[in-house]
């Protein structure tokens, strides 16, 4: 180990111990710091930035497909949430509850928001009348509370921050395009800004939304073999319509009932990032998330014109990436081993050999590689890097998910690539809810999805071995 390396806290490798590796990035990179309630994390502000970068392609796509941001209060009345029986009891479990306001025991018991399906029916059955009145697309930025037992920063919290899209339509094929249209606008975001490949599917009835018809999902695969739920698409058909009187009166003048859709993505992406991407030195953040995806480190800063040179490129960078000097009195070393950790894309390096020749070194965060520029092509270079680095990152995650994806056909190998090779297994699925909650009790693996690209890998189900003719990607799972 180098000298360099001494000088910042090492973290625990990933192959001794996954969770304390995952820990010690989240503490040594300043993702986030504990609070003083339970399971509530507090986001340091360079973990706030790359949520900040997600929110922003979220939003524009969001208003890119005609959806309006609104915001719902933060407490549901019991009575409210107890209209939708299948949503309650789906949540109970989880639901936190105020009983009192200031000195007083309040009348009704006020629910913090788990989700907020019955806030936007009581809203649209106050506003919509008329087919005219179709679509409704709502969305909105917030963060909700849900009493985890087991918790882990990002991964499993008992608040965290998300988006929940709360869309009502005129048909039955409307609200099922929705669905699919804002899957699609999720998996667009996390493959093409976080450059995490991952596996469109619907999820078993057993799975599925609580009140729901049918739930849609990306299925992401963690380094350590592990899936993670990274956004799911919900058709909620007419279960919530039916229960909160949101009728509307269609083009022969006769009332119907919306049918609906819901959607969200949250704070776990972080988690995600760092457990696809990251490795024994710490985080590697994908450029067009970075909140700084150049860092410009001064080599022998204290000579005549270092600083100012890095000040000129910084000003000509700016323009185009988002970019920082560190000028402090840290040894180069030091930066270098810390700018390792945050996962910033690009290190530059300039010092007076570079400045006397018209060049600078590029160190790609990824690969380590360092490349030699001409200082006239900065710009083109720079730009050209780091899309590069999202293409390797992106390959080298999809990679790793090939690797540990298996197949079984039956019971026996189902177990084996479980246990001895972890990651996803593909196997057939008779649809029988039975079978589905055997194979989760036997090998802790539950279904992730069925994948809307089906394979045959035999006729019979994995485990009773009668007729099956649907796919599906098993794995344990955060």
Known sequence: MSNEKKLVEQITSMDEDFAQWYTDIVKKAELADYSSVRGCMIIRPYAYAMWENIQAGLDKRFKETGHHNVYMP???????LQKEKDHVEGFAPEVAWVTQGGDEELTEKLCVRPTSETLFCEHYAKIVQSYKDLPKLYNQWCSVVRWEKTTRPFLRTAEFLWNEGHTIHETKKEAEEETIRMLNVYTDVVENLLAIPVIKGRKTESEKFAGGDATYTIEALMHDGKALQAGTSHYLGQNFAKAFGMQFLDREGKLQYVHQTSWGITTRLIGAIIMVHGDNDGLKVP?????????????AQHKAGVLDKAAE??????????????????M????????????VPVRLEVGPKDIEKNQVVLVRRDTREKIIVPMDEIESKVTELLDNIHESMFNAAK???????????????????????????????????????????????SSRCIPFEQENISDTCVCCGKKADK???WGRAY
Do not use: H
């Open 332 to 343: 180069p070393g030091w930066k270098f081993s810390e700018y390792e950790m945050k996962g």
């Open 471 to 473: 796919m599906v990607y």
């Open 313 to 330: 490129l910084k000003e000509r960078l700016s323009k185009i990436v988002r970019v920082k000097v560190d000028d402090s009195d840290k």
């Open 399 to 445: 990679k790793v998910m090939e690797e540990k994806t298996s197949t079984a056909v039956n019971m026996d190998e189902f177990k084996d690539a479980v246990e001895n090779k972890t990651g996803f297994v593909k196997a057939m699925w008779c649809g029988d809810a039975e079978c589905e909650s055997k194979i989760k009790e036997i090998t802790g693996a």
């Open 287 to 299: 450029p067009r998330i970075a909140p700084i995806q150049v860092i410009i480190v001064p080599v």
């Open 74 to 80: 933060m407490f549901i009345p019991e009575s409210l």
